[in-house]
């Protein structure tokens, strides 16, 4: 990739279209050396423009951005608002259908990264931790790319990561916009910055209109209570003998576990509200990471616990996160249910496989690795789960999708051992999960990046939405006790989406 800093001119407000004026030429400069390159390659080059930006409240650039009509949106934000990405339209993207999704991703990269010409026009010092110049593709995979996919998760391939058009980027207290576009030989560049400035200006005007007071953070979580009307995917009944089949199994020999998942449909008299259930989401479940990745009239949105992997400057950091168990009314409930968590056989076995996996995992991938001790508890708005924190250096030349393509599903959504415990889920589970349980997240050119386990999450089309939720079985697991866990994991996208307590 070809970095270009140019002259470090701060600005007032960099949401003004002027800041791309004062840098014409620079811009112009960084389009036609991309432009050259294509020449060069015989193939499209990307551009990637970043700037920095004021920060605005993350939820109004997103309402922002679809009212640009420039394509489909997409939202991340990691726990506690350490980061944030909003993206809208699409420079280029890589889609990859089964069986290769993840893998046959990776060449992609690498070959979007050799061509990638990119320029920062700031007051920044140079390449920071977080990295503000490299562009960011977002997007996800399937949690089983062998399984056939129906018309339920229709635009949502086994492997997609989109590079955005516009991104607006978060982080601590900075915050830039980012363009990309890809440049053909004889892309006529000036025609290109005048397009380039006119979207810039749309987006400044839009966010600088003030916000009517039913449009407010308050007023619009008052007023969007949606009723809901829910039922089974697969009867109840017939979902626990699904486990009660697993677990005969397991005394068998024939897996140690098998996460099973099941689906309930909701319905609602109006078009569900995507916009204020993320509003939702955010301020209930500040330290999960939440997601909306659109296709088409469809939304995949969520809020997950389980980070699969971090990838920065070549260490790599994830989590055992398995065992599951409610918040308590009061805090000496809250205390006893955590220390039964903790000492309870069924969850620590559970969570061991879990831990064990991808600890044998990434050995192969890293020169050093880092597992905790023991299980520690991670608390949630409802649920607490236990959680072993994992750290690795990557070996040269390994990236965050050579580890996604090894650790994927891991234990924690598909069970153990993984191919005995994936075939019993496609031959029995009778549910198209898509991304549920798989992942989404981001990754740079220079191979940082984030991926989430898409747990907690719901496929929205229109007034109608389908809410997944797992549950680990093993030797001891109980059908009506696994079931009632599944509602309180269902229980956190009903809420989003309803309003409802």
């Given amino acids: 990739m070809d970095t270009v800093f140019t002259d470090r001119t701060a600005t007032s407000?960099?949401?003004?279209?002027?800041?791309?004026?004062?840098?014409r030429e620079q811009l112009l400069t960084t389009l036609h050396r991309a432009s050259e390159r294509a020449a060069h390659t015989g193939h499209a080059s990307l551009a990637s423009i970043t700037m920095p930006v004021p920060q605005e409240e993350p939820s109004r650039v997103f309402l922002a951005f679809e009212a640009m009509h420039v394509g489909e949106r997409f939202f991340w934000e990691e726990p506690t608002g350490r980061k944030v990405l909003v993206g809208v339209g699409s420079a280029t993207s890589i889609e990859i259908g089964a069986p290769a999704a993840i893998t046959g991703t990776i060449e992609a990269w690498r070959e979007l990264q050799r061509d990638a010409v990119s320029a920062y026009f700031g007051e920044n010092q140079g390449p920071s931790e977080e990295d503000p110049h490299s562009p960011v593709l977002f997007g996800g995979f399937s949690f089983d790319p062998l399984r056939p996919q129906t018309t339920l998760w229709h635009g949502f391939p086994a492997g997609l990561l989109l590079l955005p058009y516009l991104l607006y980027q978060q982080s601590g207290d900075k915050a830039t916009l980012t363009f990309n576009t890809m440049i053909e030989p004889r892309t006529d560049v000036a025609l290109l910055v005048d397009s380039?400035?006119?979207?810039?200006?749309?987006?400044?005007?839009?966010?600088?209109?003030?916000?009517?007071?039913?449009?407010?953070?308050?007023?619009?979580?008052?007023?969007?209570?949606?009723q809901l009307t829910t039922?089974?995917?697969?009867?109840?009944?017939?979902?626990?003998?699904?486990v009660e089949r697993v677990v005969d199994h397991i005394h068998l020999g024939d897996y140690k576990k098998v996460v099973l998942a099941r689906a309930v449909q909701a319905l609602s008299e109006e078009v569900m509200a995507v916009d204020t259930a993320l509003l939702r989401l955010r301020g209930s479940y500040p330290?999960?990471?939440?997601?909306?990745?659109?296709?088409?009239?469809?939304y995949f949105i969520g809020a997950t616990p389980e980070r699969l992997l971090r990838a920065q400057d070549g260490q790599v950091q994830t989590m055992a996160l398995a065992g599951t168990a409610p918040r308590g009314v009061t805090a000496e409930k809250d205390r006893?249910?955590?220390?039964?968590?903790?000492?309870?056989?069924?969850?620590?076995?559970?969570?061991?496989?879990?831990?064990?996996?991808?600890?044998?995992?990434?050995?192969?991938?890293?020169?050093?690795?880092?597992?905790?001790?023991?299980?520690?508890?991670?608390?949630?708005?409802n649920l607490q789960h236990l959680k072993t924190p994992i750290i690795g250096e990557l070996l040269p030349g390994r990236s965050i999708l050579d580890a996604i393509a090894?650790?994927?599903?891991?234990?924690?959504?598909?069970?153990?051992?993984?191919?005995?415990?994936?075939?019993?889920?496609?031959?029995?589970?009778?549910?198209?999960?898509?991304?549920?349980?798989?992942?989404?997240?981001?990754?740079?050119?220079?191979?940082?990046?984030?991926?989430?386990?898409?747990?907690?999450?719901?496929?929205v089309d229109g007034n109608s939405a389908t809410l997944f939720a797992g549950c680990g079985i093993v030797a001891d697991s109980l059908p009506a006790s696994e079931f009632a866990e599944s509602r309180l994991k269902l229980a956190v996208m009903l809420r989003a989406l309803s309003g409802g307590e």
């Fill in 13 to 23: 407000n960099a949401f003004n279209v002027n800041l791309l004026y004062q840098h």
């Fill in 196 to 226: 380039i400035s006119n979207d810039l200006q749309t987006l400044y005007r839009t966010l600088e209109q003030p916000v009517p007071e039913q449009a407010t953070l308050p007023a619009m979580l008052a007023a969007h209570h949606t």
């Fill in 231 to 242: 039922q089974d995917v697969l009867p109840a009944t017939d979902w626990m003998k699904l």
């Fill in 287 to 298: 330290e999960a990471f939440k997601f909306v990745v659109q296709r088409g009239e469809r």
């Fill in 336 to 381: 006893q249910l955590g220390m039964e968590l903790l000492h309870s056989e069924k969850n620590r076995q559970e969570h061991e496989i879990v831990a064990s996996m991808l600890k044998l995992a990434l050995a192969d991938l890293c020169s050093e690795l880092w597992v905790a001790d023991v299980p520690e508890l991670f608390q949630l708005h």
């Fill in 406 to 459: 090894v650790l994927h599903p891991t234990p924690a959504v598909g069970g153990f051992p993984r191919d005995a415990a994936l075939t019993e889920i496609r031959n029995h589970e009778q549910l198209d999960r898509g991304w549920y349980a798989g992942l989404v997240g981001w990754l740079d050119l220079d191979g940082n990046g984030e991926f989430a386990v898409a747990l907690r999450s719901a496929l």
